[in-house]
């Protein structure tokens, strides 16, 4: 008998990111993070000119975090026994947009906080690799957990049966990402894992939608 699925990104979810992001671009690359709104493009500006950085430069200082610094990330509170909890009633993968080159290392750091969980990578929107991920497992029932948006929304429109729960563990922009649950792409917003976890664990028993 299939068991129910539960596929979680990582970034902003189980560990933080953005933080750590702004720490390294400001210690050690001349760039300024300064979040205002929900515009991440906006946030980088040279700390010489305070002019804001192109494009292919935000690309390149993303590519470099994850290549080089991925070991400052530290989890989210409650994230690692959170997720763990679930994983005693459900099968729990990680759905994370990154280059697939860097799936084992995702795999590893996610391993040495003690989450030990199948990583699958992706670029662009995340409906069809839910809808893959979902094929290949055939859950009784599957819940989603991401902190963008526009995730939520392409897993309405392409798997919408999915249950789905957006969550932003990071402080420092969750009020600044619009509502995917207020937007009607999401069943729940909650960015804390203490009330998170309850709602995970509820809706693992919920008959499927």
């Not at 750590?20 to 980088?44: C, D, I, P």
């Not at 409906?127 to 290949?136: N, S």
């Amino acid at each position: 008998m299939s068991k129910p699925l539960v596929i979680s990104d990582c970034d902003e979810v189980l560990l933080h990111m953005v933080a750590h992001f702004k720490e390294w671009l400001e210690e050690s690359q001349g760039v300024r993070f300064e979040l205002k709104g929900n515009n991440f493009a906006t946030a980088m500006r040279w700390e010489k000119t305070g002019e804001p950085l192109e494009q292919q430069d935000i690309w390149r200082f993303l590519g470099g975090f994850f290549d080089t610094e991925m070991h400052r990330q530290l989890p989210i509170e409650g994230a690692v026994a959170g997720i763990n909890r679930v994983a005693e009633d459900a099968d729990v993968v990680i759905l994370t947009n990154l280059n697939d080159e860097r799936q084992q290392r995702r795999a590893q750091q996610l391993a040495d906080y003690g989450i030990h969980a199948r990583v699958f990578t992706n670029q662009g929107p995340k409906g069809p690799a839910l809808k893959a991920i979902l094929d290949e497992y055939a859950p009784s029932k599957a819940i989603f957990i991401d902190d963008l948006p526009q995730h939520h929304e392409s897993a309405a429109d392409t798997v919408p049966n999915i249950s789905r729960l957006h969550m932003c563990g990071e402080p420092m922009i969750a009020p600044h990402i619009d509502c995917a649950h207020e937007k009607g792409h999401a069943h729940a917003r909650i960015d804390r894992w203490s009330d998170a976890l309850p709602w995970l664990l509820e809706e693992i028993e919920r008959d499927p939608r």
